[in-house]
């Protein structure tokens, strides 16, 4: 099965950058859907990008688009999340995760998930 390992969190200031990653190993012949969710402590599961391997197609919540950038190198099996003019209400633990089609950004509909990756962005 799919195993995923985020790396990249830190502590930056707002109006910062970071860039997340995430490896995957694992994969079948499969295409998958691939995205990047945040939880904050005492706030709900929010899904942030989400992408499909087999395609180009990119999606973004409201709250990050123009913001943060969803990429993948499929030959290194590593997806990115390029997190521009960070502000202090993106601080959250970031999570990968993994999921056949079809593509959403539900936490619930993802079955393969990473141990997450921490942001902080101070004012």
């Known amino acids: 099965q799919v195993q995923l390992v985020e790396s990249g969190g830190g502590s930056v200031q707002a109006g910062g950058s970071l860039r997340l990653s995430c490896a995957a190993s694992?994969?079948?012949?499969?295409?998958?859907?691939m995205g990047w969710f945040r939880q904050a402590p005492g706030k709900e599961r929010e899904g942030v990008a989400g992408?499909?391997?087999?395609?180009?197609?990119?999606y973004y919540a409201d709250s990050v688009k123009g913001r943060f950038t969803i990429s993948r190198d499929s030959a290194k099996s590593v997806l990115y999340l390029q997190m521009n003019s960070l502000k202090p209400e993106d601080t959250a633990m970031y999570y990968c995760?993994?999921?056949?089609?079809?593509?959403?950004?539900?936490?619930?509909?993802?079955?393969?998930w990473g141990q997450g990756t921490q942001v902080t962005v101070s004012s």
């Open positions: 694992g994969y079948t012949e499969r295409d998958y859907c």
């Open positions: 995760a993994a999921n056949l089609p079809p593509c959403t950004l539900v936490g619930g509909d993802f079955a393969y």
């Open positions: 992408i499909y391997t087999g395609g180009s197609t990119t």
